[in-house]
């Protein structure tokens, strides 16, 4: 389950180096984690957020905290679970049945301590009825509670299939209750529970764009004629050049599997098995058969087609059976998938929880070293993509060819990954560059952009019309900057300014305050935040009339105030507000 193992002690870490795996110390309280930490409760939420199992050495309700404000649904929530100071005691908070049962009785063998473990089914049983193998799925789970009472009065139980997972309950081949695992469709009883293993690989082939009902309906048509039970299909197949059909897309996610996709060349090995191939469909893509052949590649060698190809208008289906549970994930790839990540200036507590998830869900992160060191506690061992600072281009193109490998992969950035950052590029990339970066899905986090950030620590500057506009003439014409700061100082905008300095390019940020100063005053309020959520932190208020240009480098956010900003001193700290009119509003 590769749980983070969260230690706010040297005690607690000597306790999770006993168990083995990734420890995450708190800094400055444990000595060489292999991830460390400075906000508890935002590294924790991070982790849960994200689908990872937490294991905590600290007191429950730290964990608890944590993770309330996160709380919504107990069928997709992690295991969390925490261990006493002296590693006697082993508690699952959360996830009982999805893992942080076992996982609690695991850590107490290693430890010599006790799993105190409060589900009924576990305690009296042994077993979780609602916890089936990875991939089964229960037909009726209303049916569940009757018969776990049933079983914890004494009565016995008849178990029909290969259930060797419930081998410990009491069986009764008389009982009035019974447990079946099959792959057909049966929706049970009170009295018998129905588990379906993963058992059918659904193939489909279809034309481009085919509608999302039409896929839909042929799939549905062909497990009901089968008599075959869609809880019991364990992925949805297809060929590569399929991973971006929204139809398929849309079709796993209503059976609530995966999609997968196989080259054409795992297809066309398939062709001896198939029981229709066309020579039609080998010469547009390279296999005589799409939807059975991909559904016999997921099944397996021992695997038989039970639904031949069936054929819609412009979609095909087909269903085979696998010899054994079909573990999904390792089935042909994934569709890849790119996050766009913005996070914020730096500092953990102004990092959003959807970019926390998708960096600790990601397989790959891609960015500039210095970002990704500011979210280190997220990656762990993951593999790391470093490029230097100026080679924007080349981290996007690494992190969308890992995405066409299948991968799932964060690219980051500073700030909000759309202001000045890297998620216009990667969609103009993808654009423009190769056709397999189309099929990847994409998906942007938003984060705190350094303007807000700035503006937070001030006050209130941008409380009016404000515009931010970037020095860097690399990708701009100077032409137009210079035009843009003459609309922007007519328009009399607060403005923010990005990128104002570097060692090469030191003239814009000079010629900008001239023309600045030609419309607003000497006396207009500058603001330079440097290093905004990082170590070295500072922000300082000058006047648009004094020499400050020489003093500002790439690592520096530029906030110039309008002719309305004012300011303020509270308790010996200059504060900036723009005001929006409403003392003229109360007045009139």
Known sequence: MNPALVCLTEAGATLARRIGGEVHGLAGRVASPDIAFSDTVAHVAGLFASGRPVVGFCAAGILVRAVAPLLDDKKREPPLLAVSADGTHVVPLLGGHRGANALAREISAKLGGVAAITTAGDVMLGVSLDEPPPGWRIANPDAIKGLAA????????????????????????????????????????????????????????????????????LARRALADAGLAPLAVACVVSLDLKSDEAAILALAEALDVPARFFPHTTLAAQEGRVSDPSEIVRAAVGTPSVAEAAALAAAGPDGRLVVAKRKSARATCAVALAAAPIDAGAVGRARGHLDIVGIGPGLSGWRTPEAGAAIASAEHVVGYGLYLDLVADLIGAKPRHETGLGDETGRVERALALAAEGKRVALVCSGDAGIYALATLAFERIDRGAPEWRRISVRVAPGISALQAAAAR???????????????????????????????????????????????????????????????????????????????????????????????????????????????????????????????????
């Open 150 to 217: 049933g079983l914890l009065s004494g009565e016995g139980v008849r178990l029909e299939g290969d259930l060797a997972w419930l081998a410990g309950l009491p069986q009764d081949t008389q009982a009035k209750r019974s447990v079946r695992a099959t792959h057909l469709a049966d929706a049970g009883s009170a009295d018998r529970l129905v588990y379906h293993p993963p058992l059918l690989a659904l193939g489909i082939g279809a034309e481009r764009g085919v509608a999302v009902e039409e896929v839909a309906d």
């Open 458 to 588: 001030l006050g209130a500057p941008l409380g009016h019309d404000f515009c931010a506009i970037s020095l860097s003439d690399l990708l701009t014409p100077v032409a137009d900057i210079e035009r843009r700061l003459a609309a922007a100082a007519a328009g009399d905008f607060v403005i923010a300014f990005y990128n104002p300095a570097s060692q090469r390019r030191t003239a814009l940020l000079p010629r900008a305050r001239e023309i600045l100063l030609a419309a607003r005053g000497a006396d207009t309020p500058v603001a330079l935040a440097r290093n905004l959520g990082r170590e070295g932190e500072s922000v300082r208020v000058v006047r648009l009339g004094d020499d400050w240009t020489g003093s500002v480098d790439m690592l520096t956010l530029v906030l110039v105030g309008s002719t309305a900003t004012r300011r303020i001193e509270l308790a010996g700290q200059v504060r900036l507000y723009t005001p929006r009119g409403y003392a003229r509003k109360e007045q009139a």
